[in-house]
DNA sequence: GCTGCATTTAATGTATACAAACGGATCCGT
DNA sequence: ACGGATCCGTTTGTATACATTAAATGCAGC
């Protein structure tokens, strides 16, 4: 249970209240890496780090309980959650139904806008060379963001939100492996087809069969 | 705007931090139909309400307030969301994704002490008498229940839990209707089959049907 | 009589002080 | 030396007091 390196967090956001800003930033901190799985926090911590309070702090902390992002430590403070091999499995199933839903919901209601979008970064994300895998994360999470802008629907937005805390808690992307980052190109391009024919069917499908391809490269990693 | 009637709010359980059991509680009371969208709190009136200070209600609002149970109402206190049509539309969206991809899962999952319990349930559900409305309720939401449970996947349960919510904003349930009820059955029972037979995609397929024509009946209910 | 600004007021946001609970270490008894 | 109970320190849980902000109100000017 090592300490995290808070020299490192983000700054907070002036915006909103001095609560909403901690939560935001060890989120961030959370997705960023910073804050890995097993690190344990403290409350005063967390508080002298931001020049704030306990009190903001425990707002903040009492959302990211709620989203099971950290966990009670027993007398230690919170613990950064990790996941189990079971969790990460049921992450993975629900992640296929979702960004399957997205997909179909996309295929429904997203105009030319947002095809033309989709099509920019569908080139961008095949032209990149295979090392660059910082900026294939990036115009990847760009691709699923626009798809999921596109279907419109702010359940399966928050759904999906709690799918990339989990994921985030995983570490390392599955795009780090070239082959896997072709193939994402070609499944991309099943999805990308399917909304543009408008065709809901097609579309989740390809969808689904996105994530079950990233979940078995996931599963490998494991073993090694 | 008009203030609930904190008298029919349900008392403190016990476990747990004060924070946690206010969460609850407001949970419950909106689940109950005892606090409906629109009506506003502030964090004193429920402090005085429970015996309790602010400080455990605050934490228990942030964490109301992430889940969108709750908004603020600018400078009056919190307000009990309300989902206006479109929200309802996307609400009823997601929940036909998330039902199915339960009944699937459960398909998959379910051992033969889940199939006789969802059977022994739409027995029970089949049997009522097309009155007993507050009974049909119940055993509905065991129904559903008994497939999440099946299903075995903590994001879904997570997921569903949000549609609990925003379907407990929505006040009325479709049941209330005799025909609606009749329908329902039929339809559970289609569910039931497929998943008894481990039939995943006609259980999924089912369980989209199922909530469609709910929302098809809630359609119609609006319109009045 | 209406509009705009200043004032007032009531609510939330934050800080600090205190209480309770939990773990860990130590000391006693066997 | 080993087991157990107790003491102590640390950390969270709660209460209260203070700061800040945003809406409501009243007044003045037009």
Do not use: C
């Not at 990790?82 to 997909?103: D, I, K, N, P, Q």
Request: aromatic fraction near 4%; proline fraction near 4%; charge should be negative.
């Amino acid at each position: 249970m090592d300490k995290p390196d808070f020299e490192k967090l983000p700054s907070l956001p002036p915006e909103g209240s001095r609560g909403q800003a901690v939560f935001e930033a060890l989120r961030a901190a959370i997705h960023a890496g910073h804050l890995r799985p097993g690190m344990t926090m403290r409350e005063e911590q967390v508080a002298e780090r931001f020049s704030l309070s306990r009190t903001p702090v425990r707002e903040a902390f009492a959302r990211l309980l709620g989203q099971s992002l950290l966990e009670h430590g027993g007398g230690r403070g919170l613990i950064v959650r990790s996941l189990g091999t079971t969790e990460v499995y049921e992450l993975y199933a629900m992640r296929e139904v979702l960004e399957g839903a997205a997909a179909g919901l996309a295929a429904h209601h997203a105009g030319p806008a947002e095809h033309a979008a989709l099509q920019s970064l569908q080139e961008r994300f095949s032209a990149l060379s295979a090392d660059d895998i910082e900026e294939a994360v990036h115009i990847n999470r760009r691709f699923h963001d626009e798809i999921r802008q596109a279907a419109r629907n702010r359940y399966l937005d928050g759904a999906l939100d709690q799918m990339a805390d989990g994921i985030a808690l995983l570490g390392e992307t599955t795009l780090s492996d070239p082959e896997r980052h072709a193939k994402a190109v070609t499944e991309h391009q099943a999805i990308l087809d399917a909304i543009k024919a408008g065709d809901a069917t097609a579309a989740e499908s390809a969808g689904r069969q996105h994530i079950h391809e990233a979940f078995l490269k996931r599963k490998t990693a494991f073993r090694s």
